[in-house]
Nanobody, 116 residues
Framework: VQVVESGGGLVQPGRSLRLSCAGS????????MSWYRQAPGKERELVAG????????NYADSVKGRFTISRDNAKNTVYLQMNSLNPENTAVYYC??????????WGKGTLVTVSS
């Protein structure tokens, strides 16, 4: 089983970034996919989640209206489109796959730094 994030990097405030997370070794289309983040000195928190079919999504209040989670089950990939980034969004972003009947997989994370 592998969950691999990509797309992080250094971005200026106000700009956008899209993260990707590719899953393999499990039936991706049967898993709820979520993005979490952990900022320096803080606990890991849920950013956004999407159901297995993509029919329902949820977001942390702090990112509503700016971040969008989506998935492409044909590509075994989930995305996080992040707009209007600010320094408070600086964190390591983690992808999580959770199965309805078991299975809970994490990626190693990708660092997003928002700075001028």
């Amino acid at each position: 089983v592998q969950v691999v994030e990509s797309g992080g990097g250094l971005v200026q405030p106000g700009r956008s970034l899209r993260l990707s997370c590719a899953g393999s070794g499990f039936t991706f289309s049967r898993y709820v996919m979520s993005w979490y983040r952990q900022a320096p000195g803080k606990e890991r928190e849920l950013v956004a989640g999407i159901t297995s079919t993509g029919g329902s999504t949820n977001y942390a209040d702090s990112v509503k209206g700016r971040f969008t989670i989506s998935r492409d089950n044909a590509k075994n990939t989930v995305y996080l489109q992040m707009n209007s980034l600010n320094p408070e969004n600086t964190a390591v972003y983690y992808c999580n796959a959770k199965g309805y009947l078991g299975g809970d997989y994490w990626g190693k994370g990708t660092l997003v730094t928002v700075s001028s």
